[in-house]
T-cell receptor, first 116, second 114 residues
Framework: AQKVTQAQTEISVVEKEDVTLDCVYE???????LFWYKQPPSGELVFLIR??????QNEISGRYSWNFQKSTSSFNFTITASQVVDSAVYFC?????????????FGQGTILTVHP | AAGVIQSPRHLIKEKRETATLKCYPI?????VYWYQQGPGQDPQFLIS???????DKGSIPDRFSAQQFSDYHSELNMSSLELGDSALYFC?????????????FGPGTRLTVT
C-alpha cells in the first residue's frame, strides 16, 4: 500500500520569509513518482512538479525548489521569499508501480498562509 | 493551452436523486481519472479509464458508475445520492506512454446534496 504524510497541517509566515513544506512517503515499489500540487482558494488543483524515483537531483524553478531524498523517503518543497499569492493548500502525491495510468495517492495537505 | 473541462461547475441535488458529471480531457489525452475531495480533505481516487477501458478502481461506491466514450470524454453517474456525497469532484487527464504520468486537473464540480 502507498501512503503520503504531510505532518504540517498549517503554516503561517510573513511575506518574504522562506518556508519548507515536508512530505514523507511509503511504498514498496522500486519505481514510483512523486508530485506536488497547489490548491488556491479558488479550488482548482495546479500541477507543480513530477519526480521519478531514480532521479534524486534537486530541482529549482524560480522561487520554488524541491529536495528529494530516498534515504529518508522525503520529498520536501521550499518556497523562497514567499508572497501573498503563495497562500494555498499544497498537496504532495505519490504514484507507485510505474504504470502509465496509475492513480495518485495524496497527503493530507498543508495550508500555507502568507501574511503581508 | 486547452485545459480539462468539467460540467457542470456546481450542482445541487436532493437525497436519493441522481447526478451526472461530465469531463472533457485535454486534447490528445487518452486517460481520465476521477477524484472526490470532501471538505477539508485530500482528493481520493475513484476510478480511471484508459482508451475507454477501466484501468484502475479506488474507493468508488457501488452507487456510482463511470465510463469513457470514443471521443475520450468521461461521465460519472451517481445514483441514490446521500448527504455524504457532497464534495468537490475532480476529473484529471493524462497522456499514456509515460510511466507515472502528469495528471492535469479540471476545475472540479461542486456537488451539494440536500
Amino acid at each position: 500500500a502507498q501512503k503520503v504524510t504531510q505532518a504540517q497541517t498549517e503554516i503561517s509566515v510573513v511575506e518574504k520569509e522562506d518556508v519548507t513544506l515536508d512530505c514523507v512517503y511509503e511504498t514498496r515499489d522500486t519505481t514510483y513518482y512523486l508530485f506536488w500540487y497547489k490548491q488556491p482558494p479558488s479550488g482548482e488543483l495546479v500541477f507543480l512538479i513530477r519526480r521519478n524515483s531514480f532521479d534524486e537531483q534537486n530541482e529549482i524553478s524560480g522561487r520554488y525548489s524541491w529536495n528529494f531524498q530516498k534515504s529518508t523517503s522525503s520529498f520536501n518543497f521550499t518556497i523562497t521569499a514567499s508572497q501573498v499569492v503563495d497562500s494555498a493548500v499544497y498537496f504532495c502525491a505519490l504514484n507507485a508501480g510505474g504504470t502509465s495510468y496509475g492513480k495518485l495517492t495524496f497527503g493530507q495537505g498543508t495550508i500555507l498562509t502568507v501574511h503581508p | 493551452a486547452a485545459g480539462v473541462i468539467q460540467s457542470p461547475r456546481h450542482l445541487i441535488k436532493e437525497k436519493r436523486e441522481t447526478a451526472t458529471l461530465k469531463c472533457y480531457p485535454i486534447p490528445r489525452h487518452d486517460t481520465v481519472y476521477w477524484y472526490q475531495q470532501g471538505p477539508g480533505q485530500d482528493p481520493q481516487f475513484l476510478i480511471s479509464f484508459y482508451e475507454k477501458m477501466q484501468s484502475d478502481k479506488g474507493s468508488i461506491p457501488d452507487r456510482f458508475s463511470a465510463q469513457q466514450f470514443s471521443d475520450y470524454h468521461s461521465e460519472l453517474n451517481m445514483s441514490s445520492l446521500e448527504l455524504g456525497d457532497s464534495a468537490l469532484y475532480f476529473c484529471a487527464s493524462s497522456l499514456a506512454g509515460q510511466a507515472g504520468p502528469e495528471q492535469y486537473f479540471g476545475p472540479g464540480t461542486r456537488l451539494t446534496v440536500t
